[in-house]
């Protein structure tokens, strides 16, 4: 297939175009690299089955290749990010997936829409089912984001009821793994490069709200599981294991072999207490489940930075 990523330089979005092309794909980014960068792609430097656009898909792009696929992955993800660029934020949730899904009609495309955890807010059950509409503050400072994405997949839905769109959408819960920036601002990262530098880890809160994470290798395999399937409606795709911050801490400076101090700072507002994602339905129809462990995951996350500082 010729497929066109947006977002391509991104954390996930770079492990995704791997993927495509081990696969034998030929794939466009697309990509305004707020947050992407091409180091994360420099692998590929020389593929003729890979271009590299700069764009920004909140403004409409006009692609003369015939294409087969569009995924959708253009957002800052990261509270950092999101809370920097609202705006931005909003205006590639609305403006950049309304004018992809009219790249993909154009074309007689397939659609994928990234969309995430967050649409379930603050949740007051767990593990969240994709039935769970979810408690979403709509005024919130994280709105910027949350709302982007309910949009989002509400137009995708539209797109796909109205206009016969062959579209998918999957929830992507805590992802981690290589090539996340050193300054993204979300825990695995802080906790593994504050402890590198023998700096004190901040904790927000009392570190007793809770996570899942899921290793970027395994969010990818099943993503493109997704892209194979027929399903239109969100899928979840993440980690059921759950951990509190405070264990996740406990665990990098174990493997870190670290006596680092913590730190304590205050819980942003409308932070969610606790997130775990029900996987029922990926494993049902997709064959899909998460292999790599949290310890494993967090190794192979150390070395690259490692790496990445040397």
């Known amino acids: 297939m010729k497929v066109v990523l947006t977002g391509g330089a ?7 175009t791997d993927k495509l092309l081990s696969e034998g794909h030929e794939v466009i980014i697309l990509d305004n690299l707020l947050t992407g960068t091409l180091n994360n792609i420099k692998q590929h430097g020389g593929n003729s089955k890979l271009k590299f656009i700069e764009h920004d898909v909140s403004d409409s792009k006009d692609i003369k290749d015939k294409i087969d696929f569009v995924l959708n992955f253009a ?34 495309a397939k659609y994928l829409m990234a969309s995430t955890s967050e649409v379930y807010g603050d949740p007051d059950v767990s593990p969240q089912k994709e039935d769970y509409w979810g408690n979403v503050n709509p005024v919130g400072p994280r709105s910027v984001y949350d709302e982007a994405k309910r949009f989002s997949e509400a137009l995708v839905m539209a797109y796909h009821r109205t206009r016969h769109l062959n579209t998918r959408i ?24 504050q402890a590198l530098r023998g700096e004190k880890l901040t904790i927000y809160g009392e570190g007793k709200q809770t996570r899942s994470f899921c290793f970027v290798s395994d969010l990818v395999e099943g993503l493109y599981k997704l892209m194979l399937s027929e399903e239109h409606q969100p899928v979840n795709l993440g980690n059921p294991d759950e951990f509190t911050i405070l264990e996740l801490v406990q665990k990098v400076l174990k493997l870190l072999d670290s006596k680092a101090q913590l730190t304590y700072q205050p819980l942003p507002q409308d932070d969610p207490k606790q997130r775990r994602p029900d996987i029922s339905k990926a494993k049902k129809i997709l064959g899909w489940e998460p292999k790599i462990n949290l310890d494993e995951g967090l190794n192979r996350t150390i070395n690259f930075f490692r790496k990445d500082r040397s």
């Open 75 to 108: 957002s800052p993800a990261s509270p950092v990010d999101y809370l920097a660029h609202p705006i931005e934020t909003m205006e590639v949730g609305s403006l950049g997936t309304f004018n992809t899904l009219e790249m993909a009609l154009k074309h007689g």
């Open 10 to 16: 991104g954390f996930i979005g770079s492990h995704l």
């Open 170 to 193: 999957v929830r992507i819960f805590n992802t981690y793994g290589p090539r996340m920036r050193k300054n993204d601002g979300r825990a695995v990262p802080n906790f593994i490069n």
